[in-house]
Nanobody, 126 residues
Framework: QVQLAESGGGLVQVGGSLRLSCAAS????????MAWFRQGPGKEREFVAA??????????GDSVKDRFLISKDSDSARNTAYLQMNSLKPEDTAVYYCAARLAGLLSKATREYDFWGQGTQVTVSS
């Protein structure tokens, strides 16, 4: 099993920035992809960003493109992913979840991810 632990959420004003972290522990595989999803109040879980196993390829949801940046720790043994969130808007308010996929390719589909964290709350105030 793989355990994922998110951190870095909090309250921020419109236009501000936050950096989320996702640390993987347990049975670590170096070849899996990682992603961030979010779920706002009364909404379905939404894809935010994903990074493949090597860290060389990334993809983003349309609503966060050019504002958010996903990255992965260069030390493959640690398997930590990050989400740098800039120019935050009230509509970015949500619980943000980290996910890991044993198949190392990118995917935007929640059903294709094998492990999930508990989530971290991000609130953007206007």
């Amino acid at each position: 099993q793989v355990q994922l632990a998110e951190s870095g959420g909090g309250l921020v004003q419109v236009g501000g920035s936050l950096r989320l972290s996702c640390a993987a522990s347990g049975r670590i595989f170096t070849s899996y992809a990682m992603a961030w999803f979010r779920q706002g109040p009364g909404k379905e879980r939404e894809f935010v960003a994903a990074i493949n196993w090597s860290g060389r390829n990334t993809t983003y949801g349309d609503s966060v493109k050019d504002r958010f940046l996903i990255s992965k720790d260069s030390d493959s043994a640690r398997n930590t992913a990050y989400l740098q969130m800039n120019s935050l808007k009230p509509e970015d308010t949500a619980v943000y979840y980290c996910a890991a996929r044993l198949a190392g390719l990118l995917s935007k589909a929640t059903r294709e991810y094998d492990f999930w964290g508990q989530g971290t709350q991000v609130t953007v105030s206007s």
